[in-house]
Each structure stands twice: as structure tokens, then as C-alpha cells.
């Protein structure tokens, strides 16, 4: 797939002030609209609309002050794949060695720790959460989406009757909960039939729901299987509707874009392969398949080659002056369609890869300036 590797230490300027100097007249050829977003974002605490927010920094929503860690629900009949998905995702496993997986027998919590903490919590098939013995709020209070799990190459009228049943609960008291369905383990079947099987289970749904004057009801749908990369996929969408900063973060990717020429460009959490934001260009899944290879890629000789580095404020404090940053990882790949894909490091935790012609390669002094400004803004969205 790839012509050439070349992994190499990026330098980032203080504040591009070493960039300018060297009058490649970048700047203000550029009219870098990345600054004014820099600028922006201090000042904007508050959405300008509750409908699209566009600089939203506060807190993650349906969490309390007391521990602000949203929480992901996954729920569905016995076998239908939750703790392999769980696995899969978040701890690595390798889809093969899942089969070896026992059935859960009670709550399984993880707590996650990256870009932002979260939790998972994997519920036994045959809990009734309901039942009066459970503490309903303590489960549904801090809820950041209900992920829903059915097996597409079982009988799933049970499990849409008990989804149906659960979302008419929840909707007298948490009325925009995120209900996430995936219909899962579609890898076992033709393209006709999981096709068929997708309109089946969205229709039934819906009619029910509409039935029960549930009337427009927040459900999302996906394909998923843990044998390709559509389970990433979808846990990317559900994740990013857990960021109140996804429409800041979108804006700088797309003006990031317009002024490097780059076709595509995503933000990726490094630990689990979620990217928790894109550039709002159409995007398909082939872009989405080769950015998440290339992260286990980079993963898997970070693990070999890597380095501890010390802390930023011990480099910078020498003799009183300001010295250059910790040299951030950069890595760029060849690919065989004249287009190459540039990853760089933002934080330990997230990393921006994007998609790119061959003509761009030689703007490498511009792209590697507003990639600095994109991280310096992305310090004030995130501040971990």
C-alpha cells in the first residue's frame, strides 16, 4: 500500500515568531482564518446558540459537578456481543480471541482515561434494571449515550421489544438521552440481507415507538462488527456527541484545510482509534480505514522506539530564556494514489492525521505553521 515510511521529530516554533523570521512570507500569504479562532476561543465560554453552539467549552452534558465523567451504557440480550465490543474497542483484544469470552454475569465498569474521562459500564443480558432492588437514577443520572446492542444474525424481536420498553421509561425522566443502536455482527451476512435486516429493525423500531406516541425519538442506527472497522466507526459518532466542543473543533479542522489544501483531516484518540473529530467535507469510510491503520502503525513502533521526554516546563526554563518545545512526533506516509497522509502529535493523547495530495508536500513550512496554530488553539479547547 505504501511506497515509502519516514517517521521524523517535528519542532514547533514558539508561537511561529522562528517560522516568520525566515521570510517565507507564509502568513500572510495564507490569511491564517486559524487565528481568529485562537483568538475567539477565551472569550467564548458561552454557546452563541442552544441550538448549535459554535465555541462551547464548558462541561461534558448529563454529568454532575461531583464526578463530570460521562458514561456509556452498553445494554442488550445475552450474546448479542457487548463485552466482545467493549474488548474490541477499549481494551485491545483481538477479535479472534473474543470467541473465548465468558457471558457477563454482572456489571462490568471500566473507567477510560484519555482526551476525556469516561465510563463504561456492560450490562448482563438478563438484568432487569427496572426492577425496584436497582437504584435507577444512580444508573441512568450521568448517562452520556445508551448504546444498544442487536445481534443481526439472531432473532432480534425480543431485543427490540425490550429496547422499545426501556426507551419509553427513560423518557419521562431523561428525555435526551442518546439511544444508540447498533445492529451488530453484520459481518456473517450478505450485502442484500444486511441491507434488508438494517430497514428491518430501524422500521420496527420506529413504528413502535411512533405507535406508543413516541413521536421523532432521538435513535441512532449502525452496522457494526468487530472484524472490520465499522465498530470504530460508530463509536467515533456516538463519542463525538458527547463533546460540546465539536463544532470549535470542526471549524478549526475546516479552516486548517483551506489553507493547506488538505483533503481530509482527523482528530484521533490514540489509545482507542476514535476520532472525536473531522472536517464537515463528505467524507468515506476507505479514508476513515487507512488514518486507523496507520495509527496501529505508529502505535506498534512507538512501543519499540519511543522515549520519555521530559517536562515541557524543565526544557523551557534554561537560563531564564524561553527555549523550544518538547519536539512533537510527526510521521508521513506515501501511499500509492499520489497522496500521502501526515500525522502529527497534538498531546499525549490525541493525534491529527490528514489526507493529502502530492502537491502539497512542498508547502511543508506552511503546513507545519498552522498545524502549531491548530494545536495552540486545540490547548484552550481541551486543557489536558
Given amino acids: 500500500m505504501a511506497s515509502s515510511y519516514l517517521t521524523i ?4 516554533h514558539g508561537g511561529g515568531k522562528s517560522f516568520r523570521g525566515h521570510g517565507g512570507g507564509y502568513h500572510n500569504a495564507a490569511s491564517l482564518t486559524l487565528e481568529r479562532y485562537l483568538q475567539d476561543l477565551p472569550i467564548a465560554e458561552v454557546p452563541t446558540s ?3 453552539p459554535q465555541f462551547h467549552t464548558g462541561r461534558l452534558p448529563n454529568s454532575k ?7 456509556l451504557l452498553l445494554m442488550g440480550q445475552r450474546r448479542s456481543g457487548k463485552s466482545s465490543i467493549s474488548s474490541v474497542v477499549f481494551h485491545k483484544m483481538p477479535p479472534t480471541e473474543t470467541l473465548f469470552l465468558e457471558s457477563t454475569a454482572r456489571i462490568q465498569k471500566d473507567s477510560m482515561h484519555s ?5 463504561v459500564w456492560d450490562f448482563p443480558g438478563q438484568l432487569d434494571f427496572f426492577d425496584p432492588a436497582f437504584d435507577v437514577d444512580n444508573i441512568f443520572g450521568e448517562i452520556g449515550a445508551l448504546i444498544w446492542v442487536i445481534d443481526a444474525q439472531d432473532d432480534y424481536l425480543d431485543a427490540i421489544n425490550r429496547l422499545n420498553t426501556t426507551i419509553l421509561h427513560l423518557q419521562q425522566t431523561y ?13 456473517g451476512l450478505s450485502e442484500d440481507y444486511k441491507a434488508d435486516t438494517f430497514r428491518d429493525v430501524i422500521q420496527r423500531i420506529q413504528d413502535e415507538l411512533s405507535d406508543a406516541g ?16 465499522s465498530i470504530f466507526e460508530a463509536f467515533s459518532k456516538v463519542i463525538q456527541k458527547l463533546i460540546p466542543q465539536l463544532p470549535t473543533l470542526e471549524s478549526l479542522l475546516d479552516s486548517l484545510c483551506n489553507n493547506c489544501r488538505i483533503e481530509k483531516a482527523f482528530l484521533f484518540d490514540v489509545l482507542s482509534k476514535i476520532y472525536i473529530a473531522a472536517d464537515t467535507t463528505p467524507s468515506d469510510i476507505s479514508s476513515y480505514e487507512i488514518s486507523s491503520d ?4 505508529i502505535v506498534d ?8 521526554r521530559p517536562s515541557k516546563a524543565a526544557e523551557n526554563e534554561v537560563d531564564g530564556e524561553d527555549q523550544i518545545e518538547n519536539p512533537d512526533a510527526e510521521s508521513v506516509i506515501t501511499l500509492q494514489n499520489d497522496s500521502y497522509l501526515y500525522l502529527r502529535e497534538i498531546n499525549k493523547y490525541l493525534a491529527l492525521i490528514c489526507l493529502m495530495r502530492e502537491d502539497s508536500r512542498g508547502k511543508k513550512g506552511l503546513i507545519d505553521y498552522n498545524v502549531g496554530v491548530f494545536q495552540d488553539a486545540l490547548a484552550q479547547v481541551f486543557t489536558r
Avoid: C
Avoid at 521529530?9 to 514547533?12: D, L, T
Avoid at 482526551?115 to 465510563?119: E, G
Fill in 50 to 52: 442552544p441550538l448549535r
Fill in 9 to 12: 521529530p517535528a519542532r514547533r
Fill in 175 to 187: 428525555p435526551s438521552i442518546n439511544v444508540e443502536v447498533f445492529i451488530h455482527k453484520v459481518d
Fill in 115 to 119: 482526551f476525556m474521562d469516561f465510563q
Fill in 65 to 71: 459537578l461531583s464526578d463530570g465523567k460521562p458514561r
Fill in 294 to 297: 496507520y495509527i496501529d502503525v
Fill in 214 to 229: 413516541y413521536e421523532n425519538a432521538p435513535v441512532s442506527f449502525y452496522q457494526t462488527s468487530i472484524y472490520d472497522h
Fill in 301 to 308: 513502533v512507538s512501543e519499540i522506539y519511543g522515549w520519555d
